[in-house]
């Protein structure tokens, strides 16, 4: 079945630490994006990507790293820059005109 | 730049009661326009769109129509139930430039049986 997945879905990071959270997609979308979301609160957009080896970014990208060496593929790091790393985080992928596409999320709490 | 200004909530109705939730953009262009639900603890699932104006998407009951005029897609539905408490999510998408998503804040519905 085509669709997008995230692992691991819950995940916790120890202060100082770098993590890194997987996102993989098989519906050959070219672009993908991730978000954060915090509790009762909407999207906020972190780093997107509309092509293999390119990114841009979002509204919040400091103290996150991304990286896109396939199209498939767009892993995102909260490094120890990340003052305040507890979240949701979103995974999504889509194509020029249409609907995006949605993991079901990695939940990180610092601990 | 683009934008979007969804009404704010919580919102919490009875079952069969009406549900609005306004949606409005600003007017760069013309996007396509999406409303998307999230299920406690999920990702984003769509729940329906529209590519051009005067159209009217359509899914489970809800529905909601491009107006270019007012530059809204409003979402309604006639009878609400339980099943449908979730948050709710407006979101344009303008074609050509950076492609970048873009989300409104969200509405959290809750049904009362």
């Known amino acids: 079945d085509g669709g997008i997945t995230q692992s691991p879905k819950y995940l916790f990071r120890k202060e100082g630490q770098n993590v890194t959270l997987s996102c993989e997609q098989n519906?050959?979308?070219?672009?993908m994006y991730w978000y954060r979301q915090d509790p009762g609160q909407g999207l906020r957009l972190i780093y997107y990507?509309?092509?293999?080896?390119?990114?841009q970014k979002g509204d919040i990208a400091e103290g996150y790293s991304v990286s896109r060496e396939k199209k498939e593929s767009f892993p995102l790091t909260v490094t120890s820059a990340q003052k305040n790393p507890t979240a949701f985080y979103l995974c999504?992928?889509?194509?020029?005109?249409?609907?995006?596409?949605f993991g079901q999320g990695t939940r990180l709490t610092v601990v | 730049g683009n934008s979007v200004t969804q009404m704010e909530g919580p919102v919490t109705l009875s079952e069969e009661a009406f549900l609005t939730i306004n949606c409005t953009y600003t007017a760069t262009g013309y996007p396509s326009l999406f409303w998307y639900v999230q299920y406690p603890g999920e990702g984003l699932q769509l729940l329906l769109k529209?590519?051009?104006?005067?159209d009217k998407g359509s899914n489970k009951g809800f529905e909601a129509t491009y107006r270019k005029e007012t530059t809204s897609f409003h979402l309604e539905k006639g009878s609400v139930q339980v099943s449908d408490s979730a948050v709710y999510f407006c979101?344009?998408?303008?074609?050509?430039?950076?492609?970048?998503?873009?989300f409104g804040k969200g509405t959290k519905l809750t049904v009362n049986p």
């Open positions: 990507s509309q092509i293999v080896n390119d990114f």
């Open positions: 519906l050959n979308h070219d672009a």
């Open positions: 979101a344009p998408k303008w074609q050509g430039g950076s492609e970048k998503l873009v």
């Open positions: 529209a590519t051009k104006a005067d």
């Open positions: 999504a992928s889509s194509i020029p005109e249409g609907s995006a596409f």
